[in-house]
């Protein structure tokens, strides 16, 4: 069976930084794209970053240079380096992945908490 359970979120104040991740029950070569989304309170879920199978990374262009999206093959993992959080970060965030492997289809974990507050 195919998870990703996401870790890391937290209730942190403006201007630190965060580190989440998100680990695969499975190989995540499997996934040929795997990305981080965020949804707010009362907003629709939105696209923070992605990353293929060859380590090409794809941002939304408002967080570019604040958050930065890596993946660790040998550990299953793929993980959000996001700093100098805004009030506006506040969301809960989301990995996914996508796979043509059986079982083919689109992944999603349970999300993670993060919020920013002073």
């Known amino acids: 069976q195919v998870q990703l359970v996401e870790s890391g979120g937290g209730s942190v104040e403006p201007g630190v930084s965060l580190r989440l991740s998100c680990t695969a029950s499975?190989?995540?070569?499997?996934?040929?794209?795997m990305g981080w989304y965020r949804q707010a309170p009362g907003k629709l879920r939105e696209l923070v970053a992605t990353?293929?199978?060859?380590?090409?990374?794809k941002y939304t262009d408002s967080l570019k240079g604040r958050f930065t999206v890596s993946k660790d093959n040998a550990k299953n993992t793929m993980d959000l380096q996001a700093d100098n959080l805004r009030a506006e970060d506040t969301a809960v965030y989301y990995c996914?992945?996508?796979?043509?492997?059986?079982?083919?289809?689109?992944?999603w974990g349970q999300g993670t908490q993060v919020t920013v507050s002073s």
């Open positions: 996914n992945g996508k796979t043509v492997v059986a079982p083919a289809g689109i992944y």
């Open positions: 499975v190989s995540i070569a499997r996934f040929y794209v």
């Open positions: 990353i293929d199978t060859a380590g090409n990374t």
